[in-house]
């Protein structure tokens, strides 16, 4: 069974503070996987996706992915209050149409 | 563009009742899911379409039943409503724009239902 780990904390981090969120997977055939964003009683909203081993940067966010590991993570640098949400990890495979989400990550960010 | 729509948002069931949760999309996506996310927990599949005509099922179908007659529409069925599919559902479709066209092959989400089963 496919599986997506995160630790489901809470993080808590002072406001301007590099919070570090990270996510382990079990299929090393997985091909794309993506960070959702989560408020209080809303839906997830996509933030962030990478394909290949690296950094990719996109504002304050930054994923991490290392497959020989299979490891990924986002990094929220100087974090705001706003940034307070679960963080929801999800892979999917190179050959089907779903998505394996992890539990998800709450973090918050103290003023 | 509305997006995802779902209806309703809150719903109150007996045990035993039957309901349907509807999902509709104005993307023209081809694929669309059923997920159910139950607290502290995250999202887990119950049904997926690659088209109309199409379904197929996920990690936790028992219960429910689906159905795609229009590329729009993806209804979720529950019959013999029971506690335990005391949940938070959410529809999502997804955007087929391939990855060497940069992606990001994602998912988009409905606001969600909000079920209780009494």
């Known amino acids: 069974q496919k599986e997506v780990e995160q630790n489901s904390g809470p993080l808590s981090v002072p406001e301007g503070a590099i919070a570090s969120l990270n996510c382990t997977y079990s299929?090393?055939?997985?091909?794309?996987f993506f960070w959702y964003r989560q408020y209080s009683g809303k839906s997830p909203e996509l933030i962030m996706f990478?394909?290949?081993?690296g950094d990719k940067e996109d504002g304050r966010f930054t994923a991490q992915l290392n497959k020989a590991s299979q490891y990924v993570s986002l990094l929220i640098r100087d974090s705001q209050p706003s940034d307070s949400a679960t963080y929801l990890c999800?892979?999917?495979?190179?050959?089907?149409?779903?998505?394996?989400f992890g539990k998800g990550t709450l973090l918050t960010v103290n003023p | 563009n509305a997006g995802v729509t779902q209806t309703p948002k809150f719903r109150i069931l007996k045990i035993g009742q039957s309901m349907t949760l509807q999902c509709t999309q104005d993307?023209?996506?081809?694929?669309m899911y059923w997920y159910r996310q139950d607290p502290g927990m995250g999202l887990k599949l119950i049904y997926y379409?690659?088209?109309?005509?199409?379904?197929d099922k996920g990690e936790v179908p028992n219960g429910y039943n689906v159905s795609r007659s229009t590329t729009e529409d993806f209804p979720l069925r529950l019959e013999l409503a029971a506690p335990s599919q005391t949940s938070v559902y959410f529809c999502?479709?997804?955007?087929?724009?391939?990855?060497?066209?940069?992606?990001?092959?994602?998912?988009?989400f409905g606001p969600g239902t909000r079920l209780t089963v009494l």
């Open positions: 999502a479709s997804r955007t087929l724009i391939p990855r060497d066209a940069g992606g990001p092959d994602t998912q988009y």
């Open positions: 299929d090393r055939g997985s091909q794309s």
């Open positions: 990478i394909y290949s081993n």
């Open positions: 999800a892979v999917k495979g190179g050959s089907n149409y779903k998505l394996t």
């Open positions: 993307m023209n996506h081809n694929y």
């Open positions: 379409s690659v088209g109309a005509g199409i379904t």
